[in-house]
C-alpha cells in the first residue's frame, strides 16, 4: 500500500499514457496512479484499463464524460484521493513534461523537509525548460512574474502544474470553491494554500516540452490566468 498518489489527468495521450505509468512505477518509492480521462476519443482509457490487470491495486481510472478543465479534473481527483485516504496527493503531466523521477523529490520535500505544498519549479534556479519556444518560454515567466507581483505570493513557479500536497492542505482548501478550471487553477490553489498559511516549497526541476501528442495551451486558458489574479486579488485575499 502506498501512501502518496499520483494524479495523471488525460484526453487524447495514447502516445504518453502507457510509457509514462510503467515510468512513474519503475520509481525507488511505491507510488500508486489514478488516471482522470476525459472519455478520449483517441482510446486513452482503453489503454489504461488493460493495464489496471498488471498492476491490480495500484492503477486507477476514473473516466468522466466530457472535456470540462484541467482543473475540474483534479478536483475529482483531490476527492477521490481524500476518500481513499492518501497522505500525499501529486499533480503531473501525462507527456514526460514532467519528470518522473522528480517525483520522490517532491514527496520527500513534503514528508522529509517540511513543506506542505512542495512544487516543481521551472524558475526557482534560473529558467529550466527545454524545447520551448522562446516566445512561449518568455510568456510562461513572465505569467509568474505577474502573479506574483499582482498576488505578493512568495512562488516562482505560480502556473506550475508538477505539485505535491499534503492531504490537509486540500482538505482545508474549499475544492467546490475553486473558480478556475484551466491555466489559473494552478494560481488559484496555490495561492488558496499560500492564504492558509500553508509551508511551500519549490523543488528545481527542467521542463521538458511533450514530444508526443498535442499542448492544451490555447489563448482562453492564458486569458483566465491574467484576468483570474486581478479577481483574485480584488475579492480581498480571502480564503
Given at each position: 500500500?502506498?501512501?502518496?498518489?499520483?494524479?495523471?489527468?488525460?484526453?487524447?495521450?495514447?502516445?504518453?499514457?502507457?510509457?509514462?505509468?510503467?515510468?512513474?512505477?519503475?520509481?525507488?518509492?511505491?507510488?500508486?496512479?489514478?488516471?482522470?480521462?476525459?472519455?478520449?476519443?483517441?482510446?486513452?482509457?482503453?489503454?489504461?484499463?488493460?493495464?489496471?490487470?498488471?498492476?491490480?491495486?495500484?492503477?486507477?481510472?476514473?473516466?468522466?464524460?466530457?472535456?470540462?478543465?484541467?482543473?475540474?479534473?483534479?478536483?475529482?481527483?483531490?476527492?477521490?484521493?481524500?476518500?481513499?485516504?492518501?497522505?500525499?496527493?501529486?499533480?503531473?503531466?501525462?507527456?514526460?513534461?514532467?519528470?518522473?523521477?522528480?517525483?520522490?523529490?517532491?514527496?520527500?520535500?513534503?514528508?522529509?523537509?517540511?513543506?506542505?505544498?512542495?512544487?516543481?519549479?521551472?524558475?526557482?534556479?534560473?529558467?529550466?525548460?527545454?524545447?520551448?519556444?522562446?516566445?512561449?518560454?518568455?510568456?510562461?515567466?513572465?505569467?509568474?512574474?505577474?502573479?506574483?507581483?499582482?498576488?505578493?505570493?512568495?512562488?516562482?513557479?505560480?502556473?506550475?502544474?508538477?505539485?505535491?500536497?499534503?492531504?490537509?492542505?486540500?482538505?482545508?482548501?474549499?475544492?467546490?470553491?475553486?473558480?478556475?478550471?484551466?491555466?489559473?487553477?494552478?494560481?488559484?490553489?496555490?495561492?488558496?494554500?499560500?492564504?492558509?498559511?500553508?509551508?511551500?516549497?519549490?523543488?528545481?526541476?527542467?521542463?521538458?516540452?511533450?514530444?508526443?501528442g498535442e499542448s492544451k495551451m490555447n489563448g482562453s486558458i492564458i486569458y483566465e490566468a491574467?484576468?483570474?489574479?486581478?479577481?483574485?486579488?480584488?475579492?480581498?485575499?480571502?480564503?
Amino acid at each position: 500500500m502506498s501512501n502518496t498518489l499520483v494524479i495523471i489527468p488525460t484526453y487524447n495521450e495514447k502516445e504518453n499514457i502507457e510509457a509514462v505509468i510503467r515510468a512513474v512505477f519503475s520509481q525507488k518509492k511505491a507510488f500508486h496512479i489514478l488516471i482522470v480521462d476525459d472519455n478520449s476519443p483517441d482510446g486513452t482509457s482503453e489503454i489504461v484499463t488493460r493495464l489496471i490487470s498488471e498492476f491490480p491495486g495500484n492503477l486507477f481510472l476514473e473516466k468522466r464524460l466530457e472535456k470540462n478543465g484541467i482543473g475540474t479534473a483534479y478536483i475529482h481527483g483531490f476527492k477521490w484521493a481524500i476518500g481513499n485516504n492518501y497522505e500525499y496527493i501529486i499533480e503531473m503531466d501525462a507527456d514526460f513534461s514532467h519528470d518522473p523521477k522528480d517525483l520522490i523529490r517532491l514527496y520527500n520535500a513534503c514528508e522529509n523537509e517540511g513543506a506542505d505544498l512542495s512544487i516543481g519549479s521551472r524558475y526557482s534556479k534560473g529558467v529550466n525548460v527545454v524545447n520551448w519556444p522562446m516566445k512561449r518560454v518568455l510568456l510562461s515567466y513572465f505569467a509568474s512574474k505577474y502573479v506574483r507581483f499582482i498576488t505578493r505570493i512568495p512562488v516562482h513557479d505560480t502556473t506550475a502544474g508538477f505539485v505535491c500536497y499534503k492531504r490537509k492542505v486540500l482538505e482545508t482548501i474549499k475544492l467546490d470553491e475553486i473558480k478556475f478550471v484551466g491555466y489559473a487553477f494552478q494560481i488559484e490553489m496555490k495561492f488558496k494554500a499560500w492564504k492558509h498559511k500553508f509551508n511551500i516549497k519549490e523543488v528545481s526541476v527542467i521542463f521538458t516540452d511533450r514530444t508526443l501528442g498535442e499542448s492544451k495551451m490555447n489563448g482562453s486558458i492564458i486569458y483566465e490566468a491574467l484576468f483570474g489574479v486581478l479577481k483574485l486579488r480584488l475579492k480581498g485575499l480571502s480564503k
